[in-house]
């Protein structure tokens, strides 16, 4: 069964930090690099974090140096720690494969507010 659950989540002020979880079933963890994304208002799904089953990692200008992707592999989640946030790091969070497929199973996600 396919199944994406994120967690971690919630209203933080203007520099503050949130760690999120993702916990995943095998089928999609194992092998697969695995990506935090975010989605805010109005705004298309973008890239924020992948990491290789190995612990390589990426991370796109607009993140590089606040965020940190990781994974348990025994565990089959993935983490993002979150410091330093702006307001405009408000979105929907979710965790998916990189890259993505045609088409894709997608969990709830988890909020996160920044206030300013």
């Known amino acids: 069964q396919v199944q994406l659950v994120e967690s971690g989540g919630g209203l933080v002020q203007n520099g503050g930090s949130l760690r999120l979880s993702c916990a995943a079933s095998?089928?999609?963890?194992?092998?697969?690099?695995m990506g935090w994304y975010r989605q805010a208002p109005g705004k298309e799904r973008e890239l924020v974090a992948r990491?290789?089953?190995?612990?390589?990692?990426y991370y796109p200008d607009s993140v590089k140096g606040r965020f940190t992707i990781s994974r348990d592999n025994a565990k089959n989640t993935v983490y993002l720690q979150m410091n330093s946030l702006k307001p405009e790091d408000t979105a929907v969070y979710y965790c998916?494969?990189?890259?993505?497929?045609?088409?894709?199973?997608w969990g709830q996600g988890t909020h996160v507010t920044v206030s300013s």
């Open positions: 095998r089928s999609i963890f194992s092998n697969n690099i």
């Open positions: 998916n494969i990189w890259p993505l497929r045609v088409r894709n199973y």
């Open positions: 990491v290789t089953s190995g612990g390589s990692s």
